[in-house]
């Protein structure tokens, strides 16, 4: 029951619903192109990137000091029919604005 009320709590935010839509249209980015793009505090970030992951939605992988977000894959049906019922919400995403642009993709912030 734990689980399932962490993975509706992580949805019941508007924020944290754009950054799944936003992490599902552009497949894995550095929290750097995250902070950029959806014009948020690395702080405010951070924690819903947190809650989004505890809730079992994203995967983050370490490169140096940089933290890489995607969505988990595979998901489980739960999550998955959640995310198909995010990308048909109307919402009108950000522009991505990549920081990452070295030939090894990391931040150069």
Known sequence: ?????RTVGALYDETRVLI???LDEHGEL???DLQQSLGMIQ????RHLKILRDAGFLRVERRGK???YSIRSPLDR?????????RTL??????????SQD????CTL
Do not use: T
């Open 1 to 5: 029951m734990d689980e399932f009320l």
């Open 20 to 22: 799944l839509r936003f």
């Open 30 to 32: 550095c929290v750097c």
């Open 43 to 46: 702080s405010r970030l951070s």
């Open 66 to 68: 940089w933290a890489y």
């Open 78 to 86: 739960f999550r998955l029919q959640a995310l198909e019922e995010i």
């Open 90 to 99: 109307p919402m009108e995403l950000p522009v991505l604005k990549k920081v």
């Open 103 to 106: 030939p090894k993709g990391s």
